[in-house]
């Protein structure tokens, strides 16, 4: 068995574990692997293990790699911090951005969104720890972006993201209450189940307060190096 297979097992394994501690059917949380600053070839190799959803941060990267990776059926997501200056790839390219904070980057990509295409699957991503970082709306946001956001005609509002600082499970608490609360302000609620959280340092804690999909790299691919990225 090579290295891949032998650490998407062991994540997968750590997903169902996490699954029966947590009373919760194993179904109910996806595995996204992570897969930036890793060469094409790597993501080839994890999808011959039967990964189909991958996870990339920085664009023209994961352009790059949708270009040679052509010929493979993956769904793409991005999960980096999403620039308004480049929603139109974004848009065009992806089948889920994660990092949606605020309206006009929402109305941007509902507008180039093609017609012909799905909808664009969306979270919305919630500072949920109060960090200083600029990335996420606020949770006392949430409400009224979901509001404004689930009425898009080419987007598919499926739920939210959030990064929290390390160690700190009460976040991941907050954030599916916030999930459950915010579901009434949905204009199609049935498209709300979606609680994007968890790493590969703390996927065990995500999924016992709620998560449905863990977000993993290093547990998949080994420690990035960033010194060869594209
Ligand atoms: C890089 C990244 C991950 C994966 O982190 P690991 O610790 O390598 O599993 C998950 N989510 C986001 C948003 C990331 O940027």
């Known amino acids: 068995m090579n290295s891949l297979q032998q650490s998407r097992n062991q994540v997968i394994q750590q997903i169902e574990d996490a699954c029966k501690h947590a009373r919760r059917n194993v179904e109910s949380v996806q595995l996204l692997a992570v897969s930036k600053t890793h060469p094409s070839e790597s993501l080839r190799e994890m999808y011959q293990t039967g990964q189909r959803a991958f996870g990339e941060n920085y664009l023209q990267e994961a352009l790059d790699k949708m270009e040679s990776l052509g010929d493979l059926d993956i769904e793409w ?3 980096g911090h999403v620039q308004r200056n480049k929603t139109k790839h974004l848009a065009e390219k992806f089948a889920w951005v994660h990092g949606v904070d605020r309206l006009i980057i929402a109305e941007r990509l ?5 017609a012909n295409q799905a909808p664009l699957n969306i979270c919305l991503q919630v500072n949920i720890d109060a960090q200083d970082s600029k990335d996420g709306c606020q949770p006392n946001e949430v409400a009224e972006l979901v509001k404004r956001i689930s009425q898009l005609p080419h987007l598919k509002l499926r739920g939210l993201m959030v990064i929290p ?4 499970p009460q976040a991941f608490s907050d954030a599916k209450a916030l999930f459950e609360n915010v579901k009434t302000e949905h204009a199609h609620p049935e498209d709300w189940d ?3 959280m968890g790493m590969s340092g703390d996927m065990n804690e995500a999924i016992a307060a709620g998560s449905t999909m863990v977000r993993v790299g290093t547990a998949l691919f080994g420690a990035r190096d960033y010194s060869k990225q594209a």
């Not at 509902?110 to 093609?114: F, L, M, W, Y």
């Not at 600082?165 to 700190?168: I, V």
């Open 77 to 79: 997501h991005f999960i």
């Open 110 to 114: 509902s507008n180039q969104r093609e």
């Open 165 to 168: 600082a390390p160690n700190n």
């Open 194 to 196: 979606t609680l994007s």
